[in-house]
Each structure stands twice: as structure tokens, then as C-alpha cells.
């Protein structure tokens, strides 16, 4: 029950297309859920966050889609760019653990120019 | 601000020895988070400290403990080291305001290898 499930594993997208990446959650009591980018050789640092309160996040480019009721929610780029290459991670925590985020597994994302 | 800092960043050990990891939050920051990341399993939370109180643990065996000091700095350690504990030790902080949902930051990781 404190699975995330996360995918795809890889994907490549030409430059400008759109990149999506899927994750599925069991645990209702789960309401905070951030997504994470990683390159190589650092740490994950936090693209964007959202709260079941709330279907659709925007910032810039990257766009957070929450379906409640599916448990679903999933990360959208705009405009892929080469530099956005990296590994992304979908997590999942609750608000009185919000020290102790569950993990996806990660989606190895390639941007070709 | 500097950012969540970690030492060693690379580490080599053997079977059977104990290793200690250091992380030093971003100032402020009163939580800490330990985090362990491999190939096969993903980024899996280890426990989290506030307040030099162990609050949250994750299925991990009683090798790895931690602790946290008076000044929000953070160790962790592991016994008796197995070959399944190579991996990148993940520390992260925040700044643990009752009630709220809190971006954690992470450090770069040490990277630890058991031969």
C-alpha cells in the first residue's frame, strides 16, 4: 500500500516534443506529491509539487496532471529540451510524515536534438 | 544559503567493517532524511530526525541507525557492511514546520562501495 508505481522506465523525445511520465499511487492517505529531477552525479532536487486539492499545476514548461479519483498523476514537458535530460522521479508522502517520501522508480529521460 | 552537504562523497570498504556518514543541513533546516539509492531498488527512505528524535523509519535492518545533534547535523551508520549496502546514501533536510508539507532538499550523496 505505500507503493509508487512509475512509468516508463526510458524515454526519448525529439527536441521540442512533449515528454510524459505516469505514476499510480495505492495509499488514499497520501497528500503531497512532488516530482523530483536528477542528473547524474547530484542529488534530486524538486521540480514541482502538488496537493490532491488541486487537478492541474503549472510552472513554466512542466505541468503536474492529478486524477483523485484514479489515484493517477502524472508530469508533462513542454517543449523537451536537450538539457532537460535527466532522471525523473515521482514521490508521494503524508502530511505527518513529510519527512519520509515514497518513490517511483524513476524515468530515464533522453531529449535528441 | 549553502546547500545540504555531505562527507564523504566516496567511500571504500570492506565486508564486515562499519561506516559513518556525515550530513550537514541547510541552515535553519531541522529535520533530516537518509535516503538509499541502487539500480534495483530505487530511492528507498531509510528515517528521518527532528530534534535529535529518530521520527520516522523505513524497512531497513537495525545495521543502519542514525543520530542527529543539537546543531541539526545528522550521522548515519552502518555495521557489519554486506555487499548489498553499495550504494548512494541520500541525505536531505527541511525546515519542519508543524502541520505543512515541505520541499525536502537533497545533498550530492556519498557514494559507498563494499568489496
Known sequence: ?113 | KAGVTQTPRYLIKTRGQQVTLSCSPISGHRSVSWYQQTPGQGLQFLFEYFSETQRNKGNFPGRFSGRQFSNSRSEMNVSTLELGDSALYLCASRPFTSGSQETQYFGPGTRLLVL
Open chain 1, 1 to 113: 500500500q505505500q507503493q509508487v508505481k512509475q512509468s516508463p522506465q526510458s524515454l526519448i523525445v525529439q527536441k521540442g516534443g512533449i515528454s510524459i511520465i505516469n505514476c499510480a499511487y495505492e495509499n488514499t492517505a497520501f497528500d503531497y506529491f512532488p516530482w523530483y529531477q536528477q542528473f547524474p552525479g547530484k542529488g534530486p532536487a524538486l521540480l514541482i509539487a502538488i496537493r490532491p486539492d488541486v487537478s492541474e499545476k503549472k510552472e513554466g514548461r512542466f505541468t503536474i496532471s492529478f486524477n483523485k479519483s484514479a489515484k493517477q498523476f502524472s508530469l508533462h514537458i513542454m517543449d523537451s529540451q536537450p538539457g532537460d535530460s535527466a532522471t525523473y522521479f515521482c514521490a508521494a508522502s503524508t502530511d505527518n510524515q513529510g519527512g519520509k517520501l515514497i518513490f517511483g522508480q524513476g524515468t530515464e529521460l533522453s531529449v535528441k536534438p
